[in-house]
Nanobody, 123 residues
């Protein structure tokens, strides 16, 4: 599976953006997918994940209630709907894929990474 993230940009505080991650390859539906982000000078951190099967989701506390992760297995696409954006959401956002083992929130278990898409929240 290869991943290509898009949809980043500049948005005002309180605004919304939807990120997309297009996957190539036949095994997308069997891969747990996640979004991570990395702000300048900080480590890459978990944002959200969605399981390959029933689509169970998990979120970082900092985005819970504001962000929604979803996937369309027929279109091989992962999404991240981001609402009520805050300046502290400013970061480069990465999509990633992993197998069945390990924590969905730990970046060390993700073996497939897309290039990042930059999100800037500023007035």
């Amino acid at each position: 599976v290869q991943l290509q993230a898009s949809g980043g940009g500049l948005v005002q505080p309180g605004g919304s953006l939807r990120l997309s991650c297009a996957a190539s390859g036949r095994s997308f539906a069997s891969v747990t997918m996640g979004w991570f982000r990395q702000a300048p000078g900080k480590e890459r951190e978990f944002v959200a994940a969605i399981r390959y099967s029933a689509g169970g989701t998990s979120y970082a506390d900092s985005v819970k209630g504001r962000f929604t992760i979803s996937r369309d297995n027929a279109q091989n696409t992962l999404y991240l709907q981001m609402n009520s954006l805050k300046p502290e959401d400013t970061a480069v956002y990465y999509c990633a894929g992993k197998g069945t083992l390990g924590s969905d929130s730990s970046r060390s278990f993700y073996g497939i990474w897309g290039q990042g898409t930059e999100v800037t929240v500023s007035s």
